[in-house]
């Protein structure tokens, strides 16, 4: 006898929000189903292993699609359901989906409960593409079977039925197509297939649907350009079953890896490398991780987002979890695949949860260890990914305020002058030479320009080695990092380098007091200087400007990029050993109007070194004028 049941309140309300908000695409009720399917054959094998009257099966899901009738069938030889299971499961929100869900969903917060895995809120997808649905089961635990119909408004009926297999067959008849949803297309073939694949490839039964073959020609039949070829329907498995993350590392080949690489993120290339992560324990998790060859086209574009695919028990839920992977590391590809993560009934949000955190936090030691490996054993690899992806590295140093800095001081590498190579911070503390106490650093673009620094001439002569900092993170790096292994990073671009002897910088801080009028006089000519000054660091060339404090002039370049006017203070520095100087003191004290005209083009020539403009190019080129005039 048909009985017929009206569906409760907060039943009524969930369907509305499943079919209105809750997912933002429909194409995911097959999943759901799929996946609820699967439960459902775990649940009846796990009761045959102790009980000897619950019967196993050749264990399969099968998906069919009916265009004439316009029904989706999803089958499954799981446990199946008694009445009151179906009454519970299917007539009511499932245990976990209470008063106090529907009203933290209607609040539109994140619910504390996790109702994903229990069958009835997964079945009420189907209510998004289906204007009803039929539910025809049979129970192995009481051997009765059951039909469940419902047009998923008010009510619902259930009656016993001849249904003859163990299991659950779920029929959807599909709505009528609309100008924004076209639901007919999910009864093509390559529709089916193709949202198994992206959803559910990895459910661990075999996934069948029917698949169209093309027969053979008959040897006898005549060619006929206007013929069409013949075709047969056959039921094939068309998910993988067995996640290629889920086996042992030793039994998958660099080829199954690059290959799947290639396949699951359309590059040509093969990575650079693959990392297997597989943790057991309070929480279980695979991951499987790749670095790219060459960034993606995007990569630099705003439309670049950074995340890891994300897979609870092999079934597919995100495409792109940001909270499994840090900015700094937003190059890197990969999945990650754990039951133990909650997800919210949409399955498409993580909620906010310590193992979330807690597997990101693995994931990025893992990363960098295997960077450190690479480094360390492969050094021309590692050479090859710091060209495309060192700078995220240093970014990852300079963002958090340094909490980075730690993990990643021993990943970056900065070209040497003296080796005109690439080198690591520990490689040059080794190479430092005897008395050596600092690691000295210039920013520029290359050896070349560098090198025609007249700060440079001190340093060189004392055979100590610089490192040359080219990228616009680098100095603000240094900056976070302030040291490496108790030796100071020090810029030779600013401030005094302390490398001449103690004799002579207290003969030229005696010499700076004796020349006081003639250093405030320059002072005069030029304003905008923070001081002027006797310079320890000089050898061949007559001045030099420094920058004074944290800010430097690299700085100050890279934030008016981003149009903030922040300057660095300057400093006039003068070779007190140099010809110039005599010659400026002569002119301070015969010819006024010429003494400016040089301190204001040595001033402008000593910023054209640093790479800085002067204010006014026509004054500069005006003095230069007058003077090869005289």
Request: glycine residues 2%; charged residues 40%; aromatic residues 10%.
């Given at each position: 006898?048909?009985?017929?049941?009206?569906?409760?309140?907060?039943?009524?309300?969930?369907?509305?929000?499943?079919?209105?908000?809750?997912?933002?695409?429909?194409?995911?009720?097959?999943?759901?189903?799929?996946?609820?399917?699967?439960?459902?054959?775990?649940?009846?094998h796990y009761l045959s292993l102790t009980d000897n009257n619950i019967p196993t099966d050749d264990y399969k899901i099968t998906v069919e699609a009916d265009k004439d009738n316009k029904t989706i069938t999803i089958t499954d030889n799981g446990v199946g359901m008694n009445y009151e299971e179906l009454e519970n499961n299917l007539g009511t929100i499932a245990k976990s989906g209470s008063q106090e869900f529907m009203e933290a969903v209607s609040k539109e917060k994140t619910p504390d409960v996790d109702i994903i895995g229990q069958f009835g809120v997964g079945f009420y997808s189907a209510f998004m593409v289906a204007k009803s649905v039929k539910v025809q089961t049979k129970s192995v635990k009481d051997n009765k079977a059951y039909v469940f119909e419902s047009?998923?408004?008010?009510?619902?009926?259930?009656?016993?039925?001849?249904?003859?297999?163990?299991?659950?067959?779920?029929?959807?008849?599909?709505?009528?197509?609309?100008?924004?949803?076209?639901?007919?297309?999910?009864?093509?073939?390559?529709?089916?297939?193709?949202l198994i694949k992206k959803y559910s490839d990895y459910v661990r039964y075999p996934i069948?649907?029917?698949?169209?073959?093309?027969?053979?020609?008959?040897?006898?039949?005549?060619?006929?350009?206007?013929?069409?070829?013949?075709?047969?329907?056959?039921?094939?498995?068309?998910?993988?079953m067995l996640p290629i993350w889920k086996?042992?590392?030793?039994?998958?080949?660099?080829?199954?890896?690059?290959?799947?690489?290639?396949?699951?993120?359309?590059?040509?290339?093969?990575?650079i490398t693959s990392i297997f992560v597989n943790v057991e324990g309070m929480l279980t998790y695979n991951a499987l991780l790749f670095i790219p060859k060459k960034p993606f086209y995007d990569f630099y574009s705003d439309r670049s987002e950074k995340g890891l695919?994300?897979?609870?028990?092999?079934?597919?839920?995100?495409?792109?979890?940001?909270?499994?992977?840090p900015d700094y590391l937003r190059f890197v590809k990969g999945l990650v695949d754990s039951a133990d993560l909650p997800l919210n009934i949409s399955r498409e949000m993580l909620q906010e949860d310590k193992a979330i955190k807690k597997i990101a936090t693995n994931v990025e030691k893992k990363i960098l260890s295997e960077l450190s490996r690479m480094l360390k054993n492969d050094r021309d690899k590692y050479l090859e990914f710091f060209k495309d992806y060192g700078i995220n590295l240093k970014y990852g140093v300079y963002e958090n305020y340094g909490e980075k800095k730690e993990q990643l001081k021993d990943l970056i590498v900065l070209k040497s002058f003296n080796e005109d190579k690439l080198i690591t911070f520990s490689e040059y503390v080794e190479k430092m030479a005897e008395g050596q106490k600092d690691i000295y650093y210039v920013t520029g673009k290359d050896k070349e320009s560098v090198s025609k620094l007249p700060q440079m001439d001190l340093v060189k002569s004392k055979g100590y080695d610089v490192l040359i900092l080219s990228d616009d993170v680098d100095e603000f790096m240094i900056q976070v990092l302030k040291e490496y292994n108790e030796k100071k990073f020090v810029s030779i671009n600013n401030g005094d380098l302390d490398l001449i002897s103690e004799e002579e910088s207290k003969k030229i801080d005696d010499l700076k007091e004796e020349k006081k009028d003639f250093l405030n006089s320059i002072k005069e000519v030029i304003p905008s200087v923070s001081e002027v000054v006797l310079s320890k660091k000089l050898v061949d060339a007559p001045c030099c400007v420094t920058a004074k404090g944290?800010?430097?002039?690299?700085?100050?370049?890279?934030?008016?990029?981003?149009?903030?006017?922040?300057?660095a203070e300057r400093v006039f520095e003068l070779n007190p050993n140099h010809q110039m100087f005599t010659?400026?003191?002569?002119?301070?004290?015969?010819?006024?109007?010429?003494?400016?005209k040089y301190i204001n083009i040595l001033y402008t020539e000593s910023l054209l070194q640093e790479g800085i403009l002067p204010d006014d190019p026509k004054a500069f080129a005006q003095d230069i004028t007058e003077l090869l005039m005289k």
């Open positions: 006898m048909k009985e017929k049941k009206e569906f409760k309140t907060e039943t009524k309300k969930l369907l509305d929000m499943m079919i209105n908000s809750i997912y933002t695409h429909k194409e995911i009720f097959l999943r759901e189903l799929i996946s609820n399917a699967s439960d459902a054959i775990d649940k009846r047009e998923g408004l008010d009510s619902y009926t259930i009656e016993e039925s001849d249904y003859p297999n163990y299991g659950t067959k779920i029929t959807l008849y599909l709505r009528d197509d609309e100008e924004e949803n076209k639901y007919s297309e999910y009864l093509n073939e390559y529709t089916i297939k193709d069948q649907t029917w698949v169209t073959k093309y027969d053979p020609k008959d040897e006898n039949e005549k060619d006929d350009e206007n013929s069409k070829p013949k075709t047969h329907l056959e039921l094939e498995t068309v998910n993988s086996k042992n590392k030793s039994e998958v080949t660099d080829e199954e890896l690059n290959n799947f690489y290639k396949a699951k993120f359309y590059d040509y290339q093969d990575p695919q994300l897979y609870t028990k092999g079934v597919f839920i995100l495409e792109k979890c940001k909270d499994l992977i944290e800010l430097s002039f690299e700085m100050e370049r890279v934030l008016k990029q981003q149009n903030q006017g922040i300057k010659k400026l003191e002569a002119l301070s004290n015969s010819d006024k109007e010429v003494f400016k």
